[in-house]
């Protein structure tokens, strides 16, 4: 076997509270589907068998009891619990299924919706005998009004590559640093042509080696994937007692019995690229990547779609993109929908919906057994489960989450109405964040 | 006129029926004449050669030998039984008949004044009639060059051999074969195991306009890798084949001792992850499971003469297995021999070539050397450790410039270099006194195949009397016969022509214009007239005895 795919679904969506309060970030309905259906489809379409996910308890009970959720993979699903207030770090996970790791592995997060062709990382992954493959994606910003509670500033993320765009040279968080950046001179004299790149979206998708795994066991202090390891490893390409010296005497240690051979297979493979006439660059006098046994490459998405599903605003994005990365039927066989409603080309509407007449639903994703009544208006929204929308409403661009009740004649724009709630007749809401009263206080 | 003509092909089809219950070659003549004329033969004919088809289709569930030929025999009607070569000799006479009836037929109709277009049926009719008949020759296995299709075939019948088929690429039909092949190589491998996975080798298909006088060759985009097609975690294949296959392709691994090495390298992992399912026995099951990964091989890159001179050895050993081994032991006298075959005919062999290229390499000599091969480096890293005095002299060429990285494992060696694009080498040769050369295969009539652009060196070398000495190893000898190099050779991504300057790339759109072909050949053939002497580690031998070298090597296997 040469690849086994780890599913982080773990996360708490801790950008998204509103919205995950009550449902788990891994189902929350992202185009009818939950979430994470997504990267699981990425994987199966990519030919995987088997996945390890690891979650917490409710969302695999969720997953296996829950008739509504359209799960249908045909991978053996691998799942893995954790408890849910341990607040681990995705290498945390890591290290805890360790156990089940038995060769490479490609981590994957539950919240990436994307279309790329995987073979474009695990082939840099393969040919250069790499360490760490990632994929990033030159991300899209979003135009339109979503209902965010306050300006949200991500800290930006500086990724340096070489001239060809493949390798990574350089990587860091605005966060970590103090005054500016700081890039070694032995990284400017390897590779004098370096692009240093800040609008980039990391797609939380890696291929680690075996031995990456066996450092993070003896390493306990790293506890996060994408904001430890990944500049770890990249800073460590370029140190003198890199980790690879490191990596060398646990391979030796855990191969003394196959000794010889391991030995002797080293010997061959050292002797082929001896004899082999390429080299990454040129232009100075060392060998093939510089001699460096620790190599971090990218693969950097020019076109098509890449989003992660962790703020509001990716969340609304991502409901609008991606139902049409997959040809499914917009609206579901089983859905009561009255003759004289316009329901437009670009809206989902999921099961068991009742849509009555005179209804405009345009660019909206409508959840399972939704009621939808008379003369209401529904626009650029997502409507999730169970939720039941009184008549003459006017709904604008909002989120509205499970079995919330929308009273007669109300008029939403740019809300977000938390799951369960009730918004009373004739209310006029804009830019809210109507949530129950025990989650005021969460900041 | 037309009444006479409806007689005429009414007449045609009595005959017709008429051989076919007699069963007279005389008769067979006669239907060859008639297929000549008229459109509506050839529907009879087509229909014909559907039943033949759905025919030789079941006959191939059943029993492939004595139904198939029921498909011939109905179309000659010849005697059953024990009559293939009779029905091959007869269809072979087919054609000849063909052309015979032809010329009786042609002069009737000069005389009668035919006008071009009824002229142009009558070719058409006949050319169906010999694709038909070529198609039933198939089946049995007899000889037909279906790449020259179009020229007359009884002329060439008698003299042609049958062309490899990687070599016909511009037919489809073959290129139908190959994929066919593949998907069939694959089942094989399975035998009579309970678990049966089908494993399919993608076929990577050909990228952009290829230079006609090359289009029986495949050319192939580098950023189209044939793990586009096959699943991420490779089960199918071998991890570490694939891992080798994207490493041919991109040119990471590159140069005939590089590639050998890295294939034998990969096929001792696969050795050591190889169990014998229950019912099989690991001599013939192993080798089975060879197969695929050497057609996904020879589909990210096509091999080289190293590389099957490797694969050869590595089945013979695994066949020569015997039976009473267990798997533990067998799979560690393979490992050994694989290491052993490095061990003498790679690194000894380089030792050995070393001693015998340094004594020819004098004091205040100006070497010349050709892009990159690990052979000739070697010899001169050794010569300039055991203190002889020379300089040397790199000759690069695009788009590989191989040369830069041989300048630069020399020149941190410590020795004096020189670096010129081919281009100049009529320049420089004025001061060379030796040139070594490096080669990808040494053929059995003594031509030497190596990169392209060395027949160049080696011609301008002659014309200046300067002495050309080719270094390899005997395991890259090859029993093909090449004399030009055209008919067997590599292509290259077409792209990797394409230069950027500040941002411009002015052949951004080659595809577009019509007119335009780029070429990027990997090898040529150089005569053995320009080479002065072969070093292998046998001794230092005239180009013209490889083919006793490739004698006494297989006597004594």
Redesign the interface.
């Known amino acids: 076997?040469?690849?086994?795919?780890v599913l982080m679904a773990a996360g708490g969506g801790s950008r998204m509270m509103d919205l995950t309060y009550n449902t788990p970030k891994p189902l929350l309905p992202v185009g009818n589907r939950p979430l994470i259906w997504y990267p699981l489809n990425l994987l199966e379409r990519?030919?995987?068998?088997e996945v390890i996910v690891i979650t917490t308890k409710e969302v695999q009970k969720a997953l296996s009891t829950d008739q509504r959720l359209k799960l249908d993979v045909k991978m053996k699903l691998n799942v893995e619990c954790i408890q849910e207030d341990a607040d681990m770090g995705t290498a945390d996970a890591l290290r805890h299924i360790q156990q089940k790791l038995k060769t490479d592995i490609?981590v994957v997060s539950c919240d990436l919706i994307t279309d790329v062709?995987?073979?474009e990382v695990?082939?840099l992954f393969?040919?250069?005998?790499a360490t760490l493959s990632m994929l990033m994606s030159k991300c899209t910003s979003s135009r339109r009004r979503v209902p965010v509670k306050k300006a949200e500033r991500e800290q930006r993320d500086f990724v340096g590559v070489d001239s060809a765009g493949k390798r990574l040279l350089f990587m860091a968080n605005e966060a970590d640093l103090d005054e500016g950046l700081i890039i070694k001179k032995s990284v400017m004299r390897k590779h004098p042509r370096m692009h240093i790149r800040t609008g980039l979206l990391d797609a939380h998708l890696y291929c680690l080696k075996r031995s990456v795994v066996d450092f993070l066991v003896e390493n306990k202090s790293i506890s996060s994937l994408r904001g430890e390891l990944v500049p770890f490893l990249v800073r460590k390409q370029f140190s003198k007692t890199s980790i690879s010296r490191r990596e060398e005497d646990h391979s030796d240690q855990s191969q003394k019995r196959k000794d010889a051979?391991a030995a002797?297979?080293e010997a061959?493979?050292q002797?082929?690229?001896?004899?082999?006439?390429?080299?990454d660059h040129?232009g100075d006098?060392s060998e093939a990547y510089h001699g460096g046994r620790l190599r971090c490459y990218a693969h950097i998405m020019q076109e098509g779609t890449c989003y992660r599903v962790n703020t509001l605003t990716s969340y609304v994005e991502a409901n609008r993109v991606a139902p049409k990365l997959f040809e499914e039927a917009a609206v579901h066989p089983s859905a009561v929908i009255s003759e004289r409603s316009q329901v437009g080309g670009d809206s989902i509407i999921g099961a068991s919906c009742h849509i009555a007449d005179k209804t405009s639903i345009k660019r909206s994703t409508i959840g399972a057994s939704t009621i939808v009544k008379e003369k209401v208006k529904i626009t650029n929204s997502i409507i999730m489960n169970s939720v039941t929308i009184e008549e003459g409403c006017n709904i604008q661009g909002s989120v509205i989450c499970n079995n919330a009740v929308i009273g007669r004649g109300a008029d939403i724009k740019y809300c977000l109405v938390g799951s369960g709630q009730r918004i009373e007749a004739e209310a006029e809401r804009t830019n809210d964040v109507i949530v129950g009263s025990d989650q005021l206080m969460e900041i | 006129m037309a009444d006479s003509e409806g007689n005429e092909r009414s007449k045609q089809t009595a005959i017709i029926n008429h051989a076919a219950d007699e069963g007279d070659e005389k008769s067979l003549a006669e239907i060859q004449k008639a297929k000549n004329e008229g459109k509506e033969l050839t529907k009879e004919e087509k229909l014909r050669l559907r039943k033949e088809k759905k025919q030789q289709k079941k006959g191939k569930k059943d029993d492939k030998g004595p139904t198939e030929k029921a498909p011939v025999k109905e179309k000659t009607a010849n005697p059953p039984a024990s009559s293939q070569p009779v029905t091959q000799n007869a269809a072979q006479k087919a054609p000849s008949a063909v052309s015979v009836p032809v010329s009786e037929s042609t002069a009737p109709t000069d005389k009668s004044a035919k006008s071009k277009a009824e002229l142009k049926a009558e070719r058409r009719a006949r050319q169906e009639a010999e694709r038909a008949s070529k198609q039933a020759k198939k089946e049995p296995g007899s000889q037909a060059p279906s790449s020259k299709s179009k020229a007359p075939p009884s002329e060439l019948q008698p003299a042609v051999k049958r062309l490899p088929e990687h070599i016909q690429v511009d037919d489809p039909a073959v290129v139908r074969k190959l994929a066919k092949k593949l998907e069939r190589q694959q089942k094989s491998g399975q035998g009579t195991s309970l678990n049966v996975s089908r494993v399919k080798i993608p076929l990577r298909s050909d990228y952009g306009y290829k230079v006609s006088l090359f289009s029986h060759l495949h050319q192939y985009s580098r950023k189209a890798p044939l793990t586009q097609q096959i699943s991420i975690p490779a089960t199918v294949i071998h991890p570490s084949i694939v891992r080798l296959g994207l490493q041919y392709s991109q040119g990471i691994v590159a140069g005939s001792n590089a590639r050998s090495v890295a294939l034998l390298h990969a096929f001792k992992q696969v050795i050591q992850d190889y169990s014998t399912p229950p019912n099989e026995e690991l001599a013939r099951d192993l080798v089975n499971k060879l197969k695929p990964y050497i057609s996904f091989l020879n589909q990210c890159r096509p091999l080289s003469a190293s590389m099957g001179n490797a694969i050869k050895y590595i089945k013979k050993e695994i066949s020569n297995i015997p039976s009473q081994y267990k798997e533990e032991e067998a799979k560690k006298k393979l490992l050994s021999c694989v290491d052993s075959y490095v061990n003498e005919k790679i690194t000894l062999a380089a030792k050995g070539i070393s001693k015998y290229a340094i004594d020819k390499i004098s004091d205040g000599d100006v070497i010349l050397v050709y892009g990159c091969s690990s052979l000739v480096n070697h010899i001169l890293c050794e010569a300039f450790e055991k203190q002889r005095k020379f300089r040397v002299i790199v000759v690069d060429s695009r788009p590989r410039l191989e040369g830069r990285e041989a300048l630069r494992r020399l020149v941190n060696r410590g020795i004096r270099c020189t670096y010129v694009l081919i281009s100049a080498v009529s320049y420089v040769l004025p001061e060379v006194s030796k040139v070594f050369l490096g080669a990808h295969a040494l053929l059995a009539n003594g031509y030497v195949m190596s990169r392209v652009g060395t027949s160049q060196i080696a011609l301008v070398a002659k014309a200046y009397n300067v002495p050309v000495l080719v270094c390899c190893e005997t395991y890259k000898f090859c029993e093909r016969v090449q004399t030009d190099s055209f008919v067997s050779n590599e292509l290259d991504d077409p792209d990797d022509l394409i230069v950027t300057r500040k941002g411009k790339t002015h052949l951004a759109d080659w595809q577009s214009e019509t007119s335009l072909g780029l070429l990027n050949l990997v090898y040529d053939v150089t005569p053995p007239d320009f080479v002065d002497l072969v070093i292998t580690e046998l001794g230092m031998i005239p180009c013209t005895s490889v083919p006793v070298v490739l004698r006494v090597k297989n006597v004594d296997q």
């Open positions: 076997m040469e690849l086994q795919a990519a030919g995987f068998e490609l062709a995987l073979h695990v082939d393969r040919a250069h005998n051979t002797l297979d061959l493979l002797l082929a690229s001896e004899r082999s006439c390429w080299n040129s006098m």
